[in-house]
């Protein structure tokens, strides 16, 4: 029976054994070069305007604003002589959009409420914005929209910082700069002090989490749209929850075909944490239409099911003891959670090769790492890279002869609260 599941998910191409690492690593590539033209491609690669030299001062405050998939905070940020970042006024809520739809005026609200009390404490304010936008010469971004099913409509083809230096003007706080940056860039960013320390050659930033993004260095900003600056280095947001050079199964058509933004962020959608819960759930009613596994009380549970969260399926999978909701029932047989091992298994292989395709392609850009002695520093951040069963190994395992192939050499960091850190950094060397 194992064997027979294991080839169905294949052919379902949920398996990381129904792709070729090489032709998506290729088309990856080929996607990165033509967004960096300003030719048609799935990957936006958007440049950030900001660089990775110069030193950040110490004991300056700075506001930040981190926009997250998940939650909203806002602190005041200082870095010590020990280049340790230390966090003050400290604000955290769910991200406003994420649970029902906003107004523009109401997301600015928020953010003033939260900015009014520290005014007198800072000058500029680091702004890491999780979602596609556009960041202009100005350090302001164009949002471009939305993902991870954020509603908050009249912002989309808006400028985000703008928006909040007039909301704040609005309440009499004036002369407040904002340089906006994306969450990934942020994640970057947040690497240089490690990454200095043992000479790295060159950043990036990847996070996997709600969503997933990259950023990386680079090294000719003349090519096609780019800006020469900082020596013809540039951090580049590549935006590459959008690649969709790849094959796509009939479940992955079908959730992006029910999602809020279908046709767009199509890669996101098959290895980030929000949608393998329900990628995993889709699975195991078609794997029971198809060849009748599970038992018959398993079969009548699982048609019941609405909703599988990633935590839950997880949980299973790693036989740790904790909450696995509906699918602890007495309903299920231990035969039936084991197929469901098995499922979520295939999920998270194919989301590991693709992820080690999107690192290694970061890297071959970067140009860089081609020495042991200074490799490239590859920031990662996310709960789903991180607490998803065996993926961090996952990756590593399939990113490791990638690399080997092509000489190139990392050293994979986890910065605590890189997009705060990035951001912070940000605000104080832009001004």
């Not at 950023?215 to 590459?240: F, H, P, R, T, W």
């Not at 050499?409 to 605000?427: K, L, N, S, T, Y």
Request: charged fraction near 20%.
């Amino acid at each position: 029976m194992s064997q027979q599941i294991v080839a169905w998910l294949k052919e379902r191409l949920v398996s990381a054994e129904a792709y070729n690492a090489e032709e998506l690593l290729n088309n990856f590539l080929i996607e990165m070069e033509k967004g960096l033209n300003g030719d048609e491609s799935s990957l936006a690669m958007i440049p950030a305007f900001v660089g990775v030299a110069g030193q950040v001062p110490t004991g300056k405050p700075v506001a930040v604003i981190d926009a997250g998939g998940t939650n909203l905070r806002v602190c005041i940020a200082r870095f010590n002589a020990a280049g340790e970042v230390e966090l003050e006024g400290f604000s955290k809520q769910p991200m406003p959009g994420r649970f029902e739809e906003k107004t523009r005026a109401e997301f600015y609200q928020v953010l003033a409420d939260a900015l009014e009390p520290m005014k007198d404490d800072f000058e500029s304010i680091g702004f890491c914005f999780s979602y596609p936008a556009e960041i202009k010469p100005n350090f302001d971004g164009q949002l471009l929209h939305w993902t991870k099913e954020i509603k908050i409509p009249e912002l989309v083809g808006r400028h985000v910082g703008g928006g909040l230096i007039e909301a704040l003007e609005a309440r009499g706080i004036s002369g407040k700069k904002v340089v906006l940056l994306n969450d990934t860039v942020a994640c970057l960013l947040a690497g240089l002090a490690q990454g200095q320390g043992f000479n790295a050659s060159s950043y990036i930033g990847f996070i996997l989490g709600t969503g997933t993004n990259t950023a990386y260095v680079e090294q000719n900003g003349n090519i096609g749209k780019l800006v020469d600056m900082n020596e013809g280095a540039q951090v580049i947001n590549v935006e590459s929850g959008g690649f969709a050079a790849y094959p796509r199964s009939a479940i992955d058509l079908k959730l992006d075909a029910e999602s809020e933004n279908p046709g767009s962020h199509v890669f996101e959608k098959a290895l980030s944490g929000v949608y393998m819960g329900t990628i995993t759930l889709e699975l195991l009613k078609a794997l029971q239409h198809d060849l009748a596994v599970f038992s018959k009380s398993g079969a009548e549970a699982l048609a019941a099911l609405d909703d599988l969260y990633i935590i839950q399926i997880d949980n299973l999978a790693a036989e740790n003891g904790r909450d696995i909701g509906e699918l602890g029932s007495d309903r299920f047989t231990e035969g039936d959670r084991e197929i469901m091992r098995m499922v979520f298994k295939g999920v998270v292989d194919r989301a590991a090769l693709l992820t080690a395709v999107n690192l290694c392609a970061a890297t071959v850009k970067c140009g860089a790492g081609k020495d042991a002695a200074h490799p490239v520093c590859v920031n990662i951040d996310g709960s789903t890279y991180y607490y998803t069963y065996q993926m961090a190994d996952k990756v590593q395992a399939y990113l490791k002869p990638m690399l080997e192939k092509r000489g190139l050499h990392i050293r994979c960091i986890q910065v605590d609260d890189a997009p705060v850190v990035g951001a912070a950094i940000a605000g104080l060397v832009t001004f």
